[in-house]
Each structure stands twice: as structure tokens, then as C-alpha cells.
């Protein structure tokens, strides 16, 4: 029924930008959090920035912040990571997830649906 697909992932430059989109629909939650993580391979899934839907409130991990922000579309359903100066490091799968919850959360056993993921590609 909860459906998430996250688009906009593809291979850039070091330095580039990219933006992500997650498309919701199906979701029955008075308020809930919307988060984006990433996943590289070996590693464990990784908090990248969480906003409240209901408020707008954000918050975004350190390895993050300053290059990458959160936002939304209410009207399409929508929630973009966009992605500047990106570094080798970004490299990975990105997930966006929904979960019922009134602020922002940053763990993953916090969230109760996920999307499939798309990959995201820096060349050095």
C-alpha cells in the first residue's frame, strides 16, 4: 500500500551536483518523518538528513552538512535531496524512508517503510 521511489541517482564529476526524489503515496500518517540514508558497499546504512513533514523541521549529519539539503514539495507528494560539491565518498546507494513520528529521527530502526534505493556515483 506505502510505496517510496527514489529517483535522480546516476555517476558525476567530484565537484558536480545531483538532486534525488523520493515519490510518496499510500502513506496514512497523521505526522511522520521523512529521512534519506546511504548505503556503500561493506558498510553499515548510514543517516544522511531527516525533516518532520508536518513542521518542515530538518537535520542533517555532519559528513553532510553544508554540501547536501533536505527539502520538500507538499503538493507532489515529494521530498529532493540535492547534492553539491560531491566527493568520492558520496558514493553509494541512497534511501529515502518514511516513518510515523512528529520530528525528525536519524536511526534507522526508526522508520517503518523504505524505497528501493538509487545509486549514486562520484568519479575522482
Known amino acids: 500500500q506505502v510505496q517510496l521511489v527514489e529517483s535522480g541517482g546516476g555517476l558525476v564529476q567530484a565537484g558536480g551536483s545531483l538532486r534525488l526524489s523520493c515519490a510518496a503515496s499510500?502513506?496514512?500518517?497523521?505526522?511522520?518523518?521523512m529521512g534519506w540514508f546511504r548505503q556503500a558497499p561493506g558498510k553499515e546504512r548510514e543517516f544522511v538528513a531527516a525533516m518532520s513533514w508536518s513542521n518542515g523541521i530538518t537535520f542533517d549529519a555532519d559528513s553532510v552538512k553544508g554540501r547536501f539539503t533536505i527539502s520538500r514539495d507538499n503538493a507532489k507528494n515529494t521530498v529532493y535531496l540535492q547534492m553539491n560539491s560531491l566527493k568520492p565518498e558520496d558514493t553509494a546507494i541512497y534511501y529515502c524512508?518514511?516513518?510515523?513520528?512528529?520530528?525528525?529521527?536519524?536511526?534507522?530502526?526508526?522508520?517503518?517503510?523504505w524505497g528501493q534505493g538509487t545509486q549514486v556515483t562520484i568519479s575522482s
Open positions: 499510500g502513506l496514512t500518517f497523521s505526522r511522520y518523518t
Open positions: 524512508a518514511a516513518g510515523a513520528a512528529w520530528l525528525p529521527r536519524r536511526r534507522p530502526d526508526e522508520y517503518d517503510y
